[in-house]
């Protein structure tokens, strides 16, 4: 049995709405930290689809089956918030190359106002690295079929979700 650390990871994003990517990659961080907090952004420059109750809601179900993973919702300065939470890591996710320069400026600045946090990347399972939430939404917006990409609950709020139809 491996032991895991006392280290409690923060994992910030939109999740709008939370998809298998995202959970894989909570998957994998569980079996590493101690804790590992889901932080649900409330606002941020892109526009969401679900409320955020909404996104922390999908996000809770989906994950509830891992015990050491706590899924909240914050509004302000990340690394105030990572501060609260006692964490010593932000967790991000890397798919692409493409997502490389955006996550390095945010990894800089975040390291720039709090030098105690560590920005740490990890790669979700191959054949989820091309899976953006923009790109569900997208698809299920146009009456496609995204079933593979999220958890049941989350087809079901994308398929009752009238904003989320295209007109
Ligand atoms: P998105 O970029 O899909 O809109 P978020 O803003 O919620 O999603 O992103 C939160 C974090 O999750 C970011 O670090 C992002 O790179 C990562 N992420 C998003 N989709 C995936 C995926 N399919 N696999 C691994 N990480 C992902």
Redesign the pocket.
């Known amino acids: 049995m491996t032991t895991k650390s006392h280290v409690t990871a923060v994992y910030?994003?939109?999740?709008?709405p939370i998809?298998n990517?995202?959970a894989?990659?909570v998957e994998r961080a569980s079996r590493l930290f101690g804790r590992t907090v889901v932080a649900v952004a409330a606002g941020s420059s892109k526009r969401s689809i679900f409320s955020h109750e909404e996104r922390v809601a999908l996000a809770r179900t989906v994950l509830a089956d891992l015990p050491s993973v706590e899924v909240c919702g914050f509004d302000g300065l990340l690394v105030d918030y990572a501060r609260d939470r006692g964490a010593q890591v932000i967790l991000?996710?890397?798919?692409a190359v493409s997502?490389f320069e955006y996550?390095f400026q945010l990894a800089s600045m975040n390291r720039r106002l709090c030098p105690s946090l560590e920005t740490l990347f990890m790669m979700?399972a191959e054949r989820?690295?091309y899976?953006?939430?923009?790109l569900v939404r997208e698809i299920a917006s146009l009456g496609g079929d995204v079933s593979e990409f999220v958890h049941s609950s989350v087809l079901a709020a994308l398929q009752a979700c009238k904003a989320c139809k295209k007109s």
């Not at 910030?12 to 709008?16: N, R, S």
């Not at 991000?92 to 798919?95: K, P, S």
């Not at 899976?131 to 923009?134: E, G, N, P, R």
């Open positions: 910030p994003g939109t999740f709008d998809t990517g995202h894989d990659l991000r996710g890397l798919r997502d996550e979700p989820y690295t899976l953006s939430a923009s």
